[in-house]
Structure formats: structure tokens, C-alpha cells
């Protein structure tokens, strides 16, 4: 562009030197006004031109950030989009002629009744305190009753026992960092979350994924 504009202009220079008259009786004086009108139209067709690009720069700036928002879940949808009750395999018969506490707590717990279930396996967890299935359950029910802090201590004891037990507790541990709006802790435990189950180390890099749209 910048050396179709020295051209005219050097163009526009010569024939300037060319006298009036000569000018008015000569082929060079049409061609002069031919090259000022090209170059008036050329002129403006840049114009309009940059003018279309820095749109359209606009147009698509506007587009990818909407996009973003649309992908960027908020730290409770993502929650609410990766937690899901725990299904216990116990079956659990009501006029069962022995009914254990650990029982009747996982059927309050799977009936949506956690304010029930809470005082019982608080009180499990208390007479046996080395046992990973009655702290997970309770570490379920504070979540809950939506009381993640509670959560969390409970699931140290799930997660010290290695093995699928750390896989579970770290799973809701990492939800639980989420609903505590401590996103980088999060994400620091899902993306070095390696469980053995192809589908959960799938969620696993989905929710780092959308963790870090959080934080920056």
C-alpha cells in the first residue's frame, strides 16, 4: 500500500511541472485526473477496509469472551456438576431382625436425612476411630449438611488408609476445597490425582481444566 502512494504522489509531481496549457491540450492532463481519482478511490476503499478489520477484531474479541464465560463454570455449579451422593452396595432390610447402627445410618444418609444420621456416625467414628468406612460416611454427611471444614477431617483419616480409600477421600476432599472457594489447593489435588479408574482421572483433568479458568 505504502508503495502504491509514493507512486502516485511521484506521478502527481511530474505532471504538475507540465504548464496549463499544455496540460489542457495533452493526453497526460486526462491521465492526471484519472490517477487522482483512482487514488481517491483507492484511499477510501483502505479506509474502509482497516475500518472492517478493526471490526471485525471486535466482533471476535466479543465472541471468545462470551465463550469463556460460557465454559467458566462458577466454584458451586462445578460442585454441584462433579458431586455425587455416595451409593453404598449394603443392602438394608427395615424389619431385619439385627439392625446395626452403621446400617441404619447409610439408609438415612441414602434417604436424604443427614441431620439424623450425623449424631450416630459421630458416635461410630468415636468408638472406632481407625475405621475408614465410618469416617467416609460421615465425612458424606457433612458434606451434605454443606459443612465442608468437617468434611475435610474426616477425610484425612479416609485418605491415610491408602489404597481405594485415598482415591475416595481425595475425590471429595478436592469438592470440598471447591466449595470453600480454595481453588488453587483444588486444583493442585486434581491434577495430581492419578486414580486407577479411567472415567474419575477423566473428571479429574476436566475439573483442573475449569479450575484454572477460575483462578486466573
Known amino acids: 500500500m505504502e508503495n502504491d502512494d509514493r507512486r502516485i504522489k511521484n506521478l ?9 496549457d499544455e496540460r489542457q491540450n495533452s493526453s497526460a492532463y486526462r491521465y492526471q485526473i484519472m490517477a487522482k481519482r483512482a487514488h ?11 475500518s472492517g478489520i478493526a471490526i471485525a477484531a471486535s466482533l471476535i474479541g466479543i465472541i471468545l469472551l462470551n465463550l469463556n464465560g460460557r465454559n467458566a463454570l462458577s466454584g458451586m455449579d462445578l460442585f454441584d456438576k462433579y458431586y455425587e451422593t455416595y451409593i453404598y452396595q449394603t443392602e438394608y432390610r427395615a424389619d431385619s431382625s439385627v439392625v446395626y447402627p452403621y446400617l441404619v445410618t447409610i439408609q438415612l444418609y ?10 450416630s456416625i459421630t458416635q461410630l467414628c468415636q468408638e472406632f476411630p481407625d475405621n475408614p468406612d465410618y469416617h467416609l460416611l460421615r465425612s458424606l454427611i457433612h458434606i451434605e449438611l ?4 468437617e468434611a475435610e477431617n474426616a477425610l484425612k ?18 469438592l470440598c476445597k471447591i466449595a470453600n472457594e480454595e481453588y ?16 474419575m482421572s477423566k ?10 479458568r477460575l483462578i486466573d
Do not use: C
Open 12 to 20: 502527481e509531481h511530474l505532471l504538475d511541472q507540465i504548464s496549463y
Open 40 to 50: 481517491k478511490r483507492y484511499r477510501s476503499r483502505r479506509i474502509y477496509f482497516v
Open 110 to 119: 441414602q434417604n436424604g436425612d443427614s441431620d439424623h444420621a450425623l449424631p
Open 146 to 149: 454443606q459443612e465442608y471444614k
Open 157 to 174: 483419616t479416609v485418605i491415610s488408609q491408602g489404597g481405594s480409600y485415598k482415591t475416595s477421600g481425595l475425590w471429595y476432599l478436592g
Open 184 to 199: 488453587q489447593e483444588a486444583k493442585e489435588l486434581f491434577m495430581n490425582f492419578s486414580p486407577q479408574d479411567n472415567e
Open 203 to 212: 473428571k479429574s483433568r476436566q475439573i483442573a481444566k475449569q479450575l484454572t
